[in-house]
């Protein structure tokens, strides 16, 4: 943890500060590098900007498909340590636990990587499918129907489980959001 000595243990670190108060410029980094390099985001983030705004909420991280995603999460974590953390090494990229996955991460509010508080930016993925994209300002997402294709089909897998009552909350929104847009 950064030196702190004044500041009580369970005191956010200014690292954590740093990312609390970035937060718009971590976005910036992450979708001008999708947008750049033809990159699909995914998952609840390409949800949410498809939801009528009112039931859109704020997601934590980012998913998005990318050719290469090691080199890309190790790109984005240096470029994130740089403008979000002003030269800090605040961020770090390691594989995820699905393969040809690997995740940024920030070290969280206790400043130390690799611990349980640590926090999740982005997810890179190396797409094995192809998907239904929809554009906004040059940014590719994954289309809404699709989302619903693949959360009706982790609900049918008993080994996904674990995803169930995220995925029927996520439906139950899609739904809610096209009533809303019909009337």
Do not use: C
Request: net charge positive; hydrophobic share 30%.
């Amino acid at each position: 943890m950064e030196n702190q000595p004044f500041l009580p243990k369970d005191f956010p670190s200014l690292s954590y500060t740093r990312l609390l108060h970035n937060r718009h410029r971590v976005d910036d980094v992450i979708l001008t590098k999708a947008r750049r390099n033809k990159q699909i985001i995914y998952g609840s983030k390409a949800m949410d900007r498809q939801l009528t705004p009112i039931l859109r909420e704020e997601r934590s991280d980012y998913d998005v498909y990318s050719k290469r995603p090691r080199r890309d999460a190790n790109d984005v974590q240096r470029q994130l340590d740089r403008v979000v953390a002003d030269g800090h090494n605040d961020f770090y990229s390691k594989p995820a636990l699905h393969k040809d996955t690997w995740k940024v991460m920030h070290e969280g509010k206790d400043g130390e990587k690799n611990t349980r508080d640590d926090v999740g930016i982005v997810d890179y993925t190396n797409m094995k499918r192809k998907i239904k994209t929809v554009s906004y300002n040059g940014i590719a997402y994954e289309e809404i129907n699709s989302i619903v294709k693949r959360k009706h089909q982790i609900l049918a897998d008993p080994q996904s489980k674990y995803r169930h009552e995220k995925d029927k909350k996520a439906l139950n929104i899609i739904g809610l959001s096209k009533k809303i847009e019909d009337v």
